[in-house]
């Protein structure tokens, strides 16, 4: 019985360490998949601010484009890299993602989205504006000839997007290229 109880002895430490192995493995990638998901929108909440009056915030850092935010609502930064502002209602069931680019107005929307019926117009800011309300949510590109913001937005679940048409006509008119006055009838 020694020599059989002996191995059977390692065997059992040996199952031991394999289910403690398997084990921690699980607990790994559960971490890992949870750093993944949790951690990023964490963090982008670190630097979410509401403001307290209607301000002025360039789109990305040191970008020519910016957009006037109406007081009460949380900007956000997105990701490094990205370039994105987010800016999200009071009752937090609005979310305006703007991202400045090189493309025009039309290029913008085109690559933004494919959806029919989009209306083009004349803002007050002397921008144009190209934008229509997809299954998805709400897309625009506002700019000149030169320079465009791609905005995006979307409701929470549950609630309705035609709420707040009023609030993305303002975010919409906030919008500012080379942050300076309106654009002038012939710039455009």
């Known amino acids: 019985m020694g020599s059989s109880g002996d191995t059977a002895a390692r065997w059992r430490v040996r199952e031991a360490l394999i289910v403690i192995a398997g084990i921690s493995a699980v607990i790994a990638v559960l971490v890992g998949i949870l750093a993944l998901t949790v951690l990023p929108p964490a963090l982008a909440n670190l630097s979410a601010q509401a403001v307290e009056a209607d301000t002025r915030v360039p789109i990305a850092d040191g970008d020519e484009a910016s957009v006037l935010v109406p007081a009460g609502w949380v900007l ?7 370039g994105a502002l ?10 305006v993602s703007l991202v400045a680019t090189d493309a025009g107005v039309d290029a913008a929307f085109a690559v933004a989205t494919d959806a029919p ?13 190209r934008h229509v309300f997809a299954a998805d949510g709400f897309v625009a590109a506002v700019g000149s000839g030169r320079t465009a913001v791609v905005v995006r937005a979307e409701a929470a679940p549950g609630a309705e997007l035609g709420r707040y048409d009023t609030a993305l ?20």
């Open 169 to 188: 006509a303002m975010i919409l008119d906030g919008i500012r290229i080379d942050a300076s006055a309106p654009v002038a009838e012939g710039d455009a």
């Open 86 to 95: 987010r800016v999200g209602s009071p009752d937090a069931e609005l979310t």
């Open 76 to 82: 956000q930064r997105s990701a490094v890299g990205e």
């Open 117 to 129: 019926g989009a209306v083009t117009e004349r803002l007050a800011s002397g921008l144009d504006a």
